[in-house]
């Protein structure tokens, strides 16, 4: 029975008001945390400042609880194991209730608002018993935007309220926007795992029973049984990219689901690009690339999430709304991606399903050559690189990663060694390229230009991906994932796809050019035809050339590559045999293709554009 003690009245980190300006609480703020703590009757509500002697609260609270271990290898920084069941995103779980089914369309699970609310109003009854409902303010984006996109996350995991300080500009700056009556959206988070007086708190809780829930009309996120990442931080999936997108297509805009770099060429002249590729394929990467082809630079802006508006120029502005990098650690080392290494070694971070060094430091697959002798793996087992014990027992973790395939630093931004200046900047970057990738072993070549906007449009609805282990699911299954935001797109897919057309329909827009790339094509024994990494620096000089127009192209069916010896690749180490087999456009794997898009564009149903088909017609005529 939820218990009848009266509801206790919201405090800040010393118990004075939550109105750290000392203006008066937004009224709807006040009666929405009146309302969420009636129904889930926590034992305490926080108002979180966001503050550094904040942060140390809270961490040093959840070491005590043994769910944070503190890091004696980087300062200020903490080791946390999830639940093995709470370790990535729940597709199957993730929910758009807008009012009509229609306007979720057939890529989203969809349930009926009221009904939805109506059960998770039960799940929420008293799921905050014995716990602190945190109240935490944040800004996507900055804080002097001239529009600032508002939340307050609802939360009852400390975990949650840490992450959300590296990941976006929480506490009371946010708060301040708020109190002068600026709209705001309402983001509540449980971990669904009430403590019972007289048990103690699981290290890591959590429920069984999920749901990420989205009611795009009301601008609202209800999430409900997971503690994890994209699941409970709900700035950043669940508000920059589905709730946005929802705003973006009302609004005129886009919220993608793409990182933003600025590349200088040797003569300075510079360009920014923006990139979508789903999750745990390489945008985290490519953002902090150090390239490889002297003279060329590359600056970091975002890993994860662009929201891009129109200047008045006419062109494509992007910014980067979140504050932190919450990035895939196994891959992450010195030789692969030595910014995001520098990153991490500055601090500040919160490293979730890595492994732990017998020195109190962090390590995952692909950090360094060799593993170290002897670690804790993730699910804190015993684990050394042959599997054995030093008594010569297998040891339970034999031929297990000590890392989850899905573990993640989570590291400010502004750490980033290679941050461009214009992250501060609100109006953004003037995108001039847009690139859409996937992990794909075979069809796609390395890169390719689209004909114009709409080819380009056509590339990005039906390019498709091997799933990865952001997602719980089946991991290297080939499936369809338009711009990257399968999973993001907050309502109907060919709506979203009509929205992406519209965009250059109005005048006096100068869209930025659209390029496919693959950095995941292998070879008959399995190997990466493609280096990769820094070496990705060479199609970035290829696009920027076809910018420019100092580039030649070969015109093929699926549309422009780069002619025989395009490429820089000085230097590089590639086979011939390897380059032509990454760069090849085969008709055959391509007819192959055809039936896939057509079937893919008909699940879209209806409200597929018109546009789309014609491309695809296109696109067979011209593979003959
Ligand atoms: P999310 O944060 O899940 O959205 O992922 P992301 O798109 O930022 O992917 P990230 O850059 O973290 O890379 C995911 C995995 O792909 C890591 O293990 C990387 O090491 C690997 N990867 C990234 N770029 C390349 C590349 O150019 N070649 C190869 N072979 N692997 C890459
Ligand atoms: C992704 O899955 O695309 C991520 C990680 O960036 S999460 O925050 O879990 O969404
Ligand atoms: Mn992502």
């Known amino acids: 029975p939820v218990s009848a003690a009266p509801v206790p009245s919201p405090t800040g980190a010393a118990g004075r008001s939550p109105a750290p300006s000392g203006a008066p609480v937004a009224p709807e703020l006040l009666r929405w945390i009146g309302e969420v703590a009636a129904l889930t009757r926590p034992d305490r509500i926080h108002f979180v400042t966001g503050t550094d002697a904040e942060f140390a609260e809270l961490t040093d609270a959840l070491v005590a609880a043994g769910t944070f271990t503190r890091l004696t290898g980087k300062p200020n920084s903490f080791h946390v194991v999830s639940d093995p069941s709470d370790v990535a995103r729940v597709e199957d779980r993730t929910f758009i209730c807008s009012e009509r089914e229609r306007d979720a369309g057939p890529t989203n699970n969809w349930r009926d608002p009221a009904a939805m609310k109506a059960e998770m109003t039960e799940l929420y009854r008293g799921c905050m018993r014995g716990r602190t409902l945190y109240v935490v303010p944040f800004c996507m984006g900055p804080l002097d935007a001239a529009k600032p996109r508002l939340g307050v996350e609802i939360t009852d995991s400390a975990y949650v309220v840490t992450s959300m300080r590296v990941m976006t500009r929480i506490g009371t700056g946010a708060l301040d926007l708020i109190n002068t009556g600026l709209p705001w959206v309402k983001a509540l988070h449980s971990v669904g795992a009430p403590v019972e007086p007289g048990t103690t708190d699981a290290v890591w809780p959590c429920n069984d029973t999920k749901y990420i829930v989205h009611f795009p009309e009301e601008r609202a996120i209800w999430s409900f049984g997971s503690g994890y990442g994209g699941n409970a931080l709900l700035g950043k999936k669940c508000y920059s990219l589905r709730i946005a997108s929802a705003m973006a297509r009302d609004e005129g805009w886009l919220a993608e689901h793409m990182l933003i770099l600025k590349l200088t060429s040797p003569s300075d002249v510079v360009h920014y690009v923006a990139a979508a590729f789903p999750s745990a394929c390489g945008k985290t990467n490519l953002a902090m690339l150090e390239p490889t082809i002297p003279g060329w630079r590359v600056e970091t802006l975002g890993d994860d999430i662009a929201w891009m508006e129109f200047g008045a120029d006419g062109r494509l502005y992007a910014t980067n709304p979140e504050f932190g990098l919450f990035g895939v650690a196994p891959g992450t080392g010195w030789d692969t991606n030595p910014n995001a290494m520098r990153a991490i070694a500055a601090g500040n971070s919160v490293f979730t399903n890595v492994a732990l060094t017998d020195d109190g430091d962090v390590w995952w697959e692909g950090m360094t050559p060799e593993p170290p002798a002897h670690l804790t793996d993730w699910q804190g087992r015993e684990w050394t690189p042959s599997g054995l014990a030093a008594d010569g027992s297998v040891l339970a973790s034999a031929g297990q990663p000590a890392a989850h395939p899905n573990s993640r630093f989570c590291t400010p931004i502004t750490q980033c060694p290679t941050l461009a200046a214009e992250y501060h900047e609100p109006r953004g970057v003037p995108i001039s390229a847009i690139l859409f990738g996937g992990r794909r072993k075979t069809t796609v070549p390395l890169v390719l230009q689209a004909r114009d906007w709409q080819h380009g449009v056509f590339l990005g609805a039906t390019i498709a991906s091997e799933t990865t282990a952001a997602a719980t699911g089946a991991v290297g299954v080939v499936r369809r994932d338009p711009m990257a935001m399968l999973p993001f797109i907050g309502y109907d897919a060919g709506d979203y796809l009509q ?73 590089v180490e590639v086979t011939p045999e390897q380059l032509t087999r990454a760069l090849a456009v085969d008709g055959q794997e391509w007819k192959r293709e055809l039936p896939l898009i057509q079937e893919w564009l008909d699940s879209l149903g209806t409200t597929v554009p018109a546009a789309l088909r014609d491309e695809l017609d296109g696109l067979r005529e011209r593979l003959g």
């Open 499 to 571: 929205h992406w057309l519209d965009l250059a329909r109005a005048p006096g827009r100068r869209m930025p050019a659209v390029f496919s790339v693959n950095w995941f094509r292998r070879d008959a024994d399995g190997g990466f035809l493609w280096p990769g990494f820094g070496e990705n620096a060479r199609v970035l000089k290829w696009v920027v050339e076809r910018l420019e127009g100092t580039a030649p192209a070969v015109r093929t069916p699926i549309g422009d590559v780069p002619v025989p010896g395009g490429l820089d690749l000085d230097g």
